[in-house]
């Protein structure tokens, strides 16, 4: 189960998100859970500085295992073309959340 450090942004954008019917971040926070399921690691989430965007760390009994982020993307930073606000580059146009390690 994913370890919510964001002071309820998390949860906001999840509402976000379902309101507007995009089910990607949903998509994004199931991935972690069944990695972390199957490897038995834990992830916690933090706010980024990216809008409707967050940073992730996972451990393993208290033993660093990787960090990525969850990064929200659309019209605002080019479909992830590596523009700000995000700084992220997708192969693809990308709408919505993904997953970036």
């Known amino acids: 189960m994913i370890n919510d450090q964001t002071g309820g942004k998390l949860q906001e954008t ?3 998100a379902r309101k507007n019917n ?6 994004c926070i199931d991935r972690l859970n069944k990695v972390d399921e199957v490897l038995g690691t ?4 933090f706010n980024d500085f990216a809008p409707k965007s967050f940073e992730f760390v996972r451990k393993k009994n208290d033993k660093f295992c990787g960090n990525g982020g969850i990064i929200y ?3 605002h930073d ?3 073309s590596g523009g700000a606000p995000t700084f992220s580059v997708c192969v693809g146009k990308t709408n919505g959340w993904a997953i970036h390690t």
């Open 42 to 45: 834990e992830t916690t989430v």
């Open 78 to 80: 080019g479909y992830g």
């Open 73 to 75: 993307h659309g019209k």
């Open 22 to 27: 995009d089910g990607s971040l949903k998509r």
């Open 14 to 16: 999840l509402d976000f």
